[in-house]
Every structure is written in structure tokens, then in C-alpha cells.
């Protein structure tokens, strides 16, 4: 047993205390068995194992709800040529241009990278959605690999795309049927398995009912819709229909898909999201930096559509795009007083009931009976701190660099900012490899 001291604990419990001056919280196994104060809990335990928060907030672990492990190589590179002035052209010239070259070996390199990094920053499960046409078969497989060793929670999916041709589409839609079969029959509590798609202006119809025939109703699908308005335009154009309204007409909405984006969809379509119980993740930086558009949160939110927040790979720092979020909202709206409850909504509530259509134990809350998945952040305030006001702090006074202790399902991973069972700089030197090994590929020259 473990017993996490000596900070300032924040429950996210609506049940119960949500706020300790002195709290601990202790866990067992992978679950955590008790939270109350210090005193209590030393009292109680006086056997269990101490982690020190030295002075620090104890809180739920962070749930990022749409990243992309493929990008992960891609900090600080440029490719020659490539000077993107639309969406497509972003696409095109970048990511599809990075997937082409990654094969399994860099798939690895670039999970390591990724999770890594989100341990770092106190992400404890992720929703991804991969990519690699280098080498498609075996990537999921390889992924969750590094999952089980890195210790984070993660919900996979290859991203089906008729853009490389028939037989990469077929071999993208094994990929999902192979893993989700795979997932069923393991049934290991820390993995879980959707069935993935690119936008709509790159799946045609047949690709859509040989995804939906290789699925059988197994699982939901992690899908990319309305992020630019090419997907509107396609849609329109080639099929009559607006890219929500064609996802319904071959079954894909529902409560266990999550649409990434969802910039550019009307009301009627929000209505139909939110009549099918389908999830939406938002993921403002990135589409601020891709120039696609603001995501309408606030319409989204009246509708009733469970919205959660990812970052698309932009950063693995949840802080950040929580505070990007409220801006981009409130630049959008031109009014300063909306947004803050819908964003933090997305992030501290959402986000773990999105994880809760996929993962058997409860997350983003500091319980008894809840995962044992719980981090320490590094932040000493200097005004009033309560739970009170505990999202104005996270907004304006903390980032994820912070995070100094992590804790996923009662494995230890990180303890003040030290990596557990890890050799980081044998990882960055063995991602560094791979990444020049990609660089390379791409610009043709050696690094």
C-alpha cells in the first residue's frame, strides 16, 4: 500500500470533500482505498509506503482525449519544400508526408516519445489515433507494447484513408479488425481498441461500409470530422450530404464514437451528435495553428453533446490547451465572460466520462474505489487556493512542466521529476535515432 503526503489535495469528488489543506489519498494495488487528511490517513497507515508531495497539490491524473503518436518525431523539423498555405497543403506536405516514411521501428520511437513526454506532464491515458503507411500491419500491436511498458492507459485506432490506394486502405482496416479482436480477447483494463477513419473527403463510400463490415458493431470509431472545410465541400459536392449526416447514413455515430474537431458543423448536425449520445473532442491549439477555424464550444455545449478535449499532438500539456481553449473561445465570442465552465467542463469532467465509455475504472477523481491514477503538481500558491477557485489557478498559475509525481493505476512512473524504471537518456538517445532516421526519409540527407 501506498500512502501520497504532505500536499494539498484536490478530489474532484462532487460527492464528497473536494478540498484538503493536508490531504493524502492511499491506494492499493490499482485502486485507490481512502482519502481524507494526512492525520487520518498516517494514523490508519501506519505500514503504507510514503510518497512525499513536499508541499505540492495532489490531484487526478489528466485524460487527453485525441492526440496522434505519429507526430511525435516531428518536433523541430522542416521539410524542404514544403511552405503550406491551406489545410490540404498542411496535410499533404507535412503529416501525410511524415506517415508515409514512419515505419514500425519509428512508430515505436514515437510512442516511447509521446508517452514519455505524458508522463512528464501528468497524462496518465490517452485516445490515439495512428497513422504510419510506411508499415501498417503490426503498429497498434506495436504501440500497445510500449504502452504495457510505459504504463499509460491507452484507447488505439489506425486512421483508414482511401489516400495511398486500395491496398493501404484494406491493409489501415485489418490493422483495426486484427487489434479490436485482439483487445476483446486480452481484456487488459488498460487498453482498449476503436476503429479509426481520416476525414470524410479521404473515405469513400465503400471504404465506409467494408470499415463498418470489418467492425460489425464491435466498437465505436475515432473519426475526424468538419476540420476544414473541405470536408464540407466534399461531402456536399460528391455526396449530398454534410459529412455528420453521412456518417449517419452508414452507422457510425453513436455513443461510442468520438469525432475529433467538429469545427465547421451546423446546428442541425449538432443536433443529430447529440441525439446519437456521439462524443466530440476539441483541440484548440491545433486548430488554431492550422488555421482551420474555432471549434463552437458553446453551441456544442447547449446542444448537450459530451464534449471532451484533446490536443491533436500540438503539445501533450492539457494545462496548455486549457487555456487556449478559453481564449480562442472568448476571441471567438468577443465577449470576456464566456467559456470558463464549458472548458474546464471538457477537461476535469468529460474527459474522464468519455474515458468511462471505454476503461472499466472510474478516472479524474480522487476516491475510494477509483483508479489509483494521480498526480503532483509542483505549485505553491500565493493567494487563496481552495477547490473553490482551484480552475483559476489551473488556468493562470499552472502548466503540465509542473507535474513532479505520477502515479498511473498504483504504478509508480514518474517521483519528483525523477522517471521510475526508466533510463531517459538511453530513451532520448534511442528516439533521436529513429527521428534522424525519419528526417532523413523526408529530405533525403542524412542528420
Known amino acids: 500500500m501506498y500512502l501520497i503526503t504532505n500536499g494539498r489535495l484536490i478530489t474532484r469528488d462532487p460527492q464528497g470533500c473536494g478540498y484538503y489543506p493536508q490531504g493524502a489519498v492511499a491506494f492499493d494495488g490499482t485502486t485507490i482505498t481512502d482519502v481524507g487528511t494526512e492525520a487520518e490517513l498516517r494514523a490508519r497507515y501506519p505500514k503504507a509506503r510514503i510518497l512525499d508531495a513536499q508541499g505540492g497539490v495532489i490531484m487526478p491524473a489528466f485524460i487527453n482525449a485525441h492526440t496522434h503518436i505519429y507526430s511525435a518525431l516531428a518536433r523541430g523539423l522542416s521539410i524542404a519544400g514544403n511552405n503550406p498555405t491551406n489545410f490540404y497543403e498542411v496535410l499533404d506536405g507535412t503529416w501525410w508526408a511524415i506517415d508515409r516514411c514512419l515505419t514500425l521501428e519509428g512508430t515505436r520511437a514515437s510512442a516511447r516519445a509521446l508517452m514519455i513526454d505524458c508522463i512528464k506532464q501528468g497524462v496518465t491515458t490517452i485516445f490515439d489515433h495512428h497513422a504510419s503507411y510506411a508499415q501498417i500491419p503490426g503498429s497498434l500491436f506495436a504501440i500497445a507494447e510500449c504502452a504495457k511498458e510505459l ?22 482496416i485489418a490493422e483495426n479488425e486484427s487489434f479490436i479482436s485482439w483487445c476483446a480477447k486480452e481484456q487488459d483494463p488498460m487498453l482498449a481498441a476503436m476503429f479509426g477513419g481520416h476525414a470524410l473527403f479521404t473515405l469513400s463510400d465503400r471504404t465506409f461500409e467494408r470499415m463498418v463490415a470489418a467492425n460489425n458493431g464491435r466498437t465505436g470509431y475515432h473519426i475526424h470530422v468538419s476540420e476544414g472545410m473541405n470536408d464540407v465541400y466534399d461531402s456536399l459536392r460528391n455526396y449530398g450530404r454534410r459529412p455528420v449526416q453521412r456518417l449517419q447514413d452508414h452507422g457510425i455515430l453513436g455513443e461510442k464514437t468520438v469525432l475529433g474537431h467538429c ?27 492550422n488555421a482551420v477555424g474555432i471549434c463552437p464550444v458553446l453551441q456544442l455545449h447547449e446542444h448537450g453533446v459530451l464534449l471532451g478535449m484533446g490536443t491533436d499532438a500540438y503539445t501533450n500539456d492539457m494545462l496548455e490547451s486549457l487555456k487556449v ?18 472548458v ?45 477557485n482551484i480552475d483559476g489557478h489551473m488556468l493562470f498559475g499552472m502548466t503540465g512542466r509542473q507535474c513532479q509525481t505520477t502515479v498511473a493505476a498504483g504504478r509508480v512512473l514518474m517521483y519528483q521529476r525523477q522517471l521510475v524504471d526508466l533510463d531517459e537518456e538511453a530513451e532520448n538517445a534511442h528516439i533521436l535515432e529513429a527521428a534522424k532516421e525519419l528526417w532523413g526519409a523526408l529530405n533525403h540527407r542524412s542528420y
Open 151 to 172: 504504463g499509460i492507459r491507452s484507447c488505439l485506432c489506425y486512421e483508414v484513408s482511401d489516400r495511398d490506394g486500395e491496398e493501404k486502405c484494406l491493409e489501415a
Open 325 to 342: 481553449a478559453l481564449c480562442s473561445q472568448r476571441a471567438n465570442a468577443c465577449l470576456p465572460n464566456v467559456a470558463w465552465g464549458e
Open 344 to 388: 474546464t467542463q471538457m477537461l476535469f469532467a468529460n474527459n474522464p466520462r468519455i474515458a468511462a465509455r471505454y476503461f472499466p475504472q472510474e478516472l479524474g477523481v480522487l476516491r475510494p474505489g477509483a483508479a489509483a491514477d494521480i498526480i503532483v503538481m509542483d505549485y505553491r500558491p500565493y493567494t487563496p487556493f481552495s477547490d473553490e
Open 263 to 289: 469545427i465547421h458543423v451546423n446546428r442541425a448536425e449538432m443536433e443529430l451528435i447529440a441525439e446519437t449520445g456521439t462524443m466530440v473532442v476539441n483541440n484548440p491549439e491545433s486548430n488554431m495553428g
